[in-house]
């Protein structure tokens, strides 16, 4: 059965820097979606595209985010300038073009910022 | 305000005996449910989903959940828990397919499983 794909499974980054996550969503999904699950707590959406533009978008997805589908396949979430409070299991998610058609997510990247 | 509500944060059952995680929701719109269960370091695995019709959905691992528009509930059962079904289990809503908006995820029920 086609999978999400994300990498790396672990960042460990300084605070302050600069980090790109990775996903590789299933091959003929249309609408790409990034989630966040801070420790301990629910499972929030941060962003959604489709189309090579950002269809929605929640509060939490300030200048400080950006995402991108540089190819044919993978689809990134770019986070500048880490602080703290962003160490949280960050998720992808894809969904086909057609109605009945569910997200599918990947198994997550844990970022952890020091 | 759109939201899910699992009440119960940890549920403990024997292997073999029955279970039921309950979840409710507040949605302005007709809702689109599912359940998705994490195991440890891993994803979330979709489980099943209801969009329309029969308000009994069977989904995979022998999992079923039942729509009931009166009560906001999509409870999910299974009649004979097996140990491989420990994990955190998350409802949500949502809108499927098309230009689909964002999923809204309950906290979460974590599942303990006695031999």
């Known amino acids: 059965e086609p999978e999400v794909t994300q990498t790396p499974s672990h960042q460990v980054t300084q605070m302050g820097q600069e980090v790109i996550l990775r996903c590789v969503p299933i091959?003929?999904?249309?609408?790409f979606y990034w989630y966040r699950q801070i420790l301990g707590q629910k499972v929030e959406f941060l962003v959604s595209?489709?189309?090579?533009?950002?269809?929605?978008k929640s509060e939490i997805f300030d200048d400080q985010f950006s995402v991108e589908r540089p190819d044919g396949s993978n689809f990134t979430l770019k986070i500048r300038s880490t602080k703290l409070e962003d160490s949280a299991m960050y998720f992808c998610?894809?969904?086909?073009?057609?109605?009945?058609?569910?997200?599918?997510f990947g198994d997550g990247t844990r970022l952890s910022i020091l | 305000a759109q939201s899910v509500t699992q009440p119960d944060i940890h549920i403990t059952v024997s292997e073999g005996a029955s279970l039921e995680l309950r979840c409710n929701y507040s949605y302005g719109a007709t809702p689109y449910l599912f359940w998705y269960v994490q195991s440890p370091g891993q994803g979330l695995q979709l489980l099943l989903k209801y969009f329309s019709g029969d308000t009994l959905v069977q989904g995979i691992k022998g999992f079923e959940a039942e729509f009931k528009r009166s009560q906001s509930s999509f409870n999910l059962r299974k009649p004979s828990v097996h140990w491989s079904d420990a994990a955190e289990y998350f409802c949500?809503?949502?809108?499927?397919?098309?230009?689909?908006?964002?999923?809204?995820f309950g906290k979460g029920t974590k599942l303990s499983v006695k031999p």
């Open positions: 091959s003929n999904h249309l609408y």
């Open positions: 998610a894809s969904s086909g073009g057609t109605v009945n058609q569910p997200q599918h």
């Open positions: 595209f489709y189309n090579n533009e950002i269809s929605e």
């Open positions: 949500a809503v949502g809108a499927l397919g098309g230009s689909q908006g964002n999923l809204i």
